[in-house]
């Protein structure tokens, strides 16, 4: 009886002390698991004439490098960026909620909470040379990693260090960097916020057969990207007009599903709807923003709020996270739908595994409402409560159409303990 308050408190606090952005900081590149690896590794060092230790230290530090080898890799690009005459003016690592944000040099650095990929964006310039530039400013990555694994192996073979410690490091920084070159440059297509985007290998291939209407996409870059740093600041008036001015000149599936998640941040989930069914399937660029698209035609059709649109919110959610089945904002979509249409388990079971107590962005939080609405609907209010506290707490996150979301799990929540004490 007196352990169940204990662990509460605890519980409690944990979720206070990771609201604080140097915490987040820290466990991103220091993750909690990681840091159970390095003390069991400390711990076996400390046995005589056993060398687990040093295979535990050597997992340790390939994880560990491999953060700060990402950042090294995006660094490449921005370098490059600037060798060839082009204007980088965003770097960005990792996925998930934003911890900091800073501009130096021109650039918009942006750290997020969970540093698996990175991406930089640029703006080519003028069109002189623009296969030459692609191909270095795809290329900048690469050589960064490989310049850093070759010198890890040069200093070893130099200096020929008698530390365990230090053999084990130079190994890491080799190992990890020589992975990171060889994954980025097999040409191939990764899922980069719900979309199919080519890697740098495919970005080097592509580089010397840039078709025409590639070309023209190049310049609208940047308006692009100003367009969506109004969006990020919940200015979807603003980011809608740039977009749709952008679109008329330039007619690009990716500023029309903009346009439509606009539409959808403002509530109006008719038009957003319309938007997005008239984009062709055939079309050759489909296949890269079908996640997304189908995601959005899910989310609008939820929050039409009807039993006819659940049911196509059912049916796009689904092929939503088929086709990008790791992406928070898709599993937070399908999880939703999972549990409004009355699949509470299979809901349940999608978001806990994605949810994070820690994590204050607007995926998160609309996943923190569902996973209420599921536990209210299962009786269990305690659960219920937790989630939509967190939620509430942190409400100012939300755009218009979470709010919308929020409102109507709200009613629902308070439908279900008014219910409950009618039977109580």
Partial sequence: MVILPILILFTESMHFIFQYKPVKLFFAFFPKYELILLFVAVLASFAPENNTWIFLLSLYMVYFYLRPSIIIHEIGHVLAAKVVGMEPFRMVIGAGEEIYRWRSFGVVFIINRKIINGHVYSDYGDRRNLKLKTFIYASGGLIMNLIIALSSLVIYFI???????????????????????????????????????????????????????????????????????????????????????????????????????????????????????????????????????????????????????????????????????????????????????????????????????????????????????????????????????????????????????????KGKLEMFKKSEREVG
């Fill in 159 to 409: 200096f020929s260090p008698t530390s365990a410690f230090l053999n084990v490091c130079l190994f890491a920084l080799f190992f990890t960097n020589t992975l990171l070159f060889i994954y980025n440059i097999i040409p191939k297509e990764v899922p980069l916020l719900g979309m199919n985007t080519p890697n740098d290998g495919k970005t080097i291939l592509k580089s010397f057969s840039l078709s025409i209407e590639e070309i023209e996409k190049v310049g609208v870059v940047k308006d692009y990207m100003k367009a969506f740093e109004f969006y990020e600041k919940k200015n979807f008036l603003k980011a809608l007009e740039i977009w749709t001015d952008l679109f008329e000149r330039s007619d690009m599936n990716s500023i029309k599903i903009n346009i439509a998640s606009c539409y959808i941040k403002t509530n109006d989930y008719n038009k957003a709807i319309e938007i997005l069914l008239s984009i062709p399937r055939d079309q050759k660029d489909f296949e890269i923003y079908k996640a997304l698209i189908f995601n959005d035609l899910s989310w609008a059709y939820l929050l039409k709020n009807d039993e006819e649109s659940l049911k196509l919110a059912e049916e796009y959610s689904s092929l939503a996270i088929q086709a990008a089945p790791k992406e928070q904002s898709i599993i937070g979509t399908r999880g939703a739908v999972l549990n409004e249409s009355g699949y509470l388990d299979a809901g349940i079971d999608l978001l806990k595994n994605c949810f994070s107590w820690g994590d204050v962005s607007s995926p998160n939080l609309c996943m923190a409402i569902s996973l209420a609405y599921a536990h209210y609907s299962k009786q269990n209010f305690r659960k219920g409560n937790t989630y939509m506290e967190f939620a509430s707490k942190n409400i100012q996150h939300l755009s218009d159409d979470e709010l919308h979301y929020y409102e109507l799990m």
